[in-house]
């Protein structure tokens, strides 16, 4: 079973070359961030002519997360639990049943600058994050949480960490949120399988992709048991490189 998570920055802008990488690869599970629109305007048909059910949340052009499955989709939940106040009602979390595991795709806030108020509301979005997974037990059965985490982990995430040492995705808080999911009984499977080689996710549209400046911060978070049938981790650059592409690239996980 093939795992996928991809941020497409605009599920209207990309809807084909999406669908073309889906008929291609074939994952089982494939769960997108940053989809930029509202359910109603979201391309359902495209993905379920070639074979997926689709549960997408969507509530503006900003924001927006979908799970695309093959092997069904149930009990589907979209946001966190319970009454929400702006801005915790950004369309950031799905989550849903799918061949027998769990499956979260969050999109996670940008933070912008260290001193904005975006920063703090990203802190406090991974903390809610981290209490909606201690409620529903999530690591306590097979579960992967994937997505735009825009948080590099550790300095080996990133091209140039001097360059970063003073920004957002690289701040000690940030990584700090990404280490408190992970005391839940969480492993990050990227490094479980790659140990510290650089698995770029991000790259920047104004630097050739040749030149490697890139980030990790698309993340695939896995329960123990999850862990037990990792069978390997990569990254599809080549659709990186295509005509018209988001600035990251899928991620893909390879379980059983």
């Known amino acids: 079973m093939q795992v996928a998570t991809w941020n497409v920055n605009s599920i209207r802008a990309r809807a084909s070359l ?3 990488w889906l008929a291609d690869q074939r994952p089982e599970i494939c769960c997108l961030q940053e989809t930029k629109c509202k359910d109603v305007d979201f391309p359902f048909e495209m993905f379920e002519d070639i074979g997926y ?8 052009h900003w924001n927006g997360v ?8 149930r009990k589907v939940r979209r946001g966190f639990s ?11 979390s799905i989550s849903a049943e799918c061949g027998g595991i769990r499956v979260w795709s969050i999109y996670a806030p940008n933070g912008r600058t260290l001193d904005d108020p975006h920063y703090l509301f990203k802190l406090v979005w991974f903390e809610r994050l981290r209490g909606e997974l201690v409620a529903s037990k999530a690591s306590k059965g097979p579960t992967v949480v994937v997505g735009d985490f825009n948080v590099a982990p ?17 701040s000690a808080p940030e990584r700090a949120a990404i280490e408190a ?5 969480f492993f990050d499977l990227a490094r479980e399988w790659d140990g510290d080689d650089p698995s770029y996710t991000w790259w920047n ?5 040749e030149d490697d400046k890139g980030l990790r911060i698309d993340l695939a978070l896995g329960s123990e048991e999850v862990l037990q049938e990792l069978k390997g981790v990569t990254v599809d650059r ?7 592409p988001s600035d990251h690239a899928p991620l893909v996980v390879e379980l059983f």
């Open 66 to 73: 979908a799970i695309l499955s093959r092997v069904g989709l």
């Open 82 to 92: 319970g009454y929400q106040e702006e801005p915790f009602n950004e369309a950031r």
């Open 18 to 20: 999406v669908a073309a």
């Open 181 to 185: 999911l992970l005391a839940l009984g």
């Open 53 to 60: 059910q689709v549960a997408h949340y969507g509530l503006s």
């Open 205 to 209: 549209y104004r630097s050739k992709l």
């Open 154 to 170: 550790a300095d080996t995430d990133i091209y140039d960490p001097r360059r970063w040492k003073h920004r957002t995705h690289a």
């Open 238 to 244: 080549l659709a990186r490189r295509a005509e018209r």
